[in-house]
């Protein structure tokens, strides 16, 4: 509800509130009050006189600012109706009802309180209780509240500010222009294992390693030069000896006129950190050189084998030799070849999962790419007398790739197709662009794959259900990784018992970065 | 060691130098080689193969391995380009090295396990020989 029978003074005015001199309180003497007044609104702080009864006599022009009203809404009211009867704060209730009427005085009393409007003040308030001027003589109390609600808050930040720094983790230490410790938190004790008393006023060059010696100075220096240190990773020494491993972020502490006058510096230890960096390193590196060495060794001896059976095979009359021995001979010589397949798998898996693979980039015509995987899997495809279709659309253009591998991308697509269509079935070869992208298309009319199976083919290890079809199931994981490093997208889409159509697509290429090997198929 | 003058394809003789350390393999594309009527030296490491390039006559091609005891295959080929009535003679790598070497001053690299009819084909090729039989259509 309103009080205020004057609209004239909008509460929140930004203008100085006009407070009406004209009016007597206190004073008979107009002089007296006049000079009172303006010692009254000369005062910073808001200041309120309230009569015996505890209504509002008159507040300073800092009071009505401050607290968001004007002389009509307070003026003649008890204070704790004022303001939608905001002001009935209990404390300030039991300091004017019971303490002043006693002690006459109350000093720096702290009040917390959220007002409607303004929200919430901290208040220290001071109150007299005195005697008006003669002949009234009245009793009148003079209530001063100074307004902290900032400086409190602004302690309450430094202190969690405070709190932050002591408790963190990390080691927190500042230090002067000649690297004397100023200060030193708890992450520092635990860090470097001294204590704050024994750090402080020591020179931090006491936490150089052996191996860092005078470090710590040189890189006060090129504080005080003006350069940044951000999470530079060295090795200090702790109080027990042990060198460690930390990561500093190193920043200069002005004065307030800008000179440097020392350094803050938030060092982390990543010695954890670091010795399991280099174990996962070593980890990886011992596995691929593994798996390099295993499949290397392979080859060889598998070598032996293929050439050994494709020579007998050569030397053995056809007529003296049984069908049988010819039919053991090419068992031998497909599973030998079929190991040769799955080493070379596991090493170009080694190779994806270490991040190491390169590519050797050329501009590669799409066209001559599919003819020349459709021409490496003839020999199958004419096995099972499967046709292949093919629907390459004109002028397709070109793709950055390293030719090589996307021709085992493609081939393992194509030979999978070929691998789980029947006998004389079709398998359809599409080429076309789709915007900026070439995409290859390899329809089969296998079995299909069950819905629920088509999220995973393209894992590691993923393999048909269909025991006779036995690979490294690495073939779709390795020409999804192959298309991905070359920034294009795999998918596949079946039904089961309608065939397969796996696709990727690469973007086109708009400029020719070295001209691609010819290499002639067949 | 010796040159074999098989001579059952009836086309001219042409001779190949197979650097290899593995016996098997050596002496399986020895015997593939001269089934196809090929004149073949062999050698088991880099040295070797420098020593017999430098006493034969002139061959149309070497094939190399290129992991090798002794001097291995890259040495070779650095070997080899110093010494002028050898250098141009022309080198297929024959590897199962994971990491595609280099092939500035090779003719052609055939990965292990050796697939013989690709490396018949290319071998032909290089010699001169015309490839008669056309496996696929």
């Known amino acids: 509800m309103s009080n205020s029978n004057d609209d004239k003074e909008p509460k929140n005015s930004e203008k100085p509130l006009d407070v009406p001199h004209k009016r007597r309180f206190i004073f008979t003497d107009t002089d007296a009050e006049d000079l009172f007044l303006s010692i009254m609104n000369t005062a910073r702080d808001p200041l309120v006189i309230l009569d015996e009864e505890l209504r509002v006599r008159i507040g ?10 004007n002389p009509a809404e307070t003026d003649g009211r008890l204070i704790f109706d004022i303001g939608n009867g905001q002001w009935n704060i209990s404390k300030l209730r039991s300091l004017l009802e019971e303490i002043l009427p006693t002690k006459k005085t109350f000093d720096d009393f702290e009040v917390d309180h959220e007002f409607q409007e303004i929200g919430r003040k901290v208040m220290l308030l001071n109150a007299r209780q005195v005697v008006g001027p003669a002949p009234v003589s009245e009793k009148l109390i003079l209530l001063a509240i100074e307004d902290v609600t900032e400086k409190t808050a602004a302690i309450e930040r430094a202190r969690r500010l405070a709190n932050i720094v002591q408790f963190s983790d990390d080691a927190i230490i500042s230090k002067t222009k000649n690297g004397v410790i100023t200060t030193w938190n708890e992450g520092a004790e635990a860090i470097f294992g001294y204590t704050k008393s024994e750090a402080i006023g020591k020179s931090i060059e006491m936490l150089d390693a ?64 670091k010795q ?63 190991m040769a397949r799955i080493t070379s798998d596991l090493l170009d898996v080694s190779k994806f999962e270490s991040g190491h693979f390169p590519l050797e980039l050329a501009t590669v015509e799409a066209i001559t790419l599919i003819e020349e995987v459709i021409t490496l899997s003839l020999p199958l495809a004419l096995d099972k007398a499967i046709r292949i279709e093919k629907h390459i659309a004109e002028e397709i253009g070109d793709i950055v790739c390293d030719r090589d591998r996307m021709v085992q991308a493609l081939l393992n697509l194509l030979n999978n197709a070929i691998k789980f269509t029947g006998e004389g079935g079709v398998i359809g070869v599409d080429v076309y662009r789709v ?27 993923w393999q048909a259900k269909h025991k006779q079809y036995l690979g490294s199931g690495l073939g779709l994981y390795i020409t999804k990784s192959i298309v991905e490093t070359h920034g294009g997208k795999v998918g596949v889409e079946s039904r089961d018992g309608e065939g397969s159509t796996f696709y990727f697509t690469l973007p086109v290429s708009n400029k020719a970065i070295t001209t691609a090997p010819a290499t002639k198929a067949a | 060691m010796a040159a074999l003058d098989t001579q059952t394809s009836g086309h001219t003789c042409k001779s190949i130098l197979v650097v290899e350390d593995e016996p098997t393999i050596r002496e399986n594309l020895k015997m593939l080689l001269e089934l196809e009527g090929f004149s073949v030296y ?31 295959g890259m040495e070779f080929m650095e070997a080899k380009s110093h010494e002028i009535t050898i250098a141009a003679i022309p080198v297929c ?19 292990k396990p050796i697939e013989f009819g690709g490396l018949l084909k290319f071998v032909r090729q290089y010699c ?8 696929n259509p």
Request: net charge positive; glycine share 6%; aromatic share 4%.
């Open chain 2, 93 to 111: 790598f024959v590897s199962g090295v994971a990491e595609k070497p280099d092939m500035s001053k090779a003719a052609a690299f055939v990965k």
């Open chain 1, 435 to 461: 915007n900026d992208q070439i995409r290859f298309q390899i329809k089969d009319t296998g079995c299909g794959i069950p819905a629920e199976q088509l999220p995973h083919v393209f894992e590691r290890f």
């Open chain 2, 128 to 135: 001169g020989i015309p490839n008669k039989e056309a496996k």
């Open chain 1, 60 to 69: 300073n022009i800092s009071f009505y600012k401050n607290f968001h009203v």
């Open chain 1, 276 to 338: 399991l960096e280099r174990q996962r390193d070593q980890a990886l590196k011992a596995r691929e050189e593994l798996i390099a060495v295993v499949s290397h060794e392979l080859k060889n001896p598998l070598t032996t084998i293929t050439s050994s059976v494709d020579l007998a095979k050569r030397v053995l009359p056809l007529e003296k030799g049984p069908e049988k021995a010819q039919k053991l001979l090419d068992n031998i010589y497909v599973a030998a070849h079929r």
């Open chain 1, 210 to 273: 052996p191996e860092t010696k005078g470090e710590t100075m040189r890189i006060i220096n090129r504080i005080i030069g003006g350069e940044v240190v951000h999470n530079f990773e060295t090795k200090r020494i702790r109080k027990d000896g042990r060198i460690i491993e930390v990561s500093v972020s190193i920043s200069p502490i002005k004065d307030t006129a800008g000179n440097v006058i020392g350094a803050s510096k938030i060092a982390r230890d990543i010695t954890v950190v």
């Open chain 2, 42 to 72: 062999t050698a088991s490491n880099g040295e070797e193969g420098l020593k017999v390039l430098r006493t034969i006559p002139r061959p149309c091609l070497v094939l190399l391995d290129l992991l090798m005891p002794v001097m291995n």
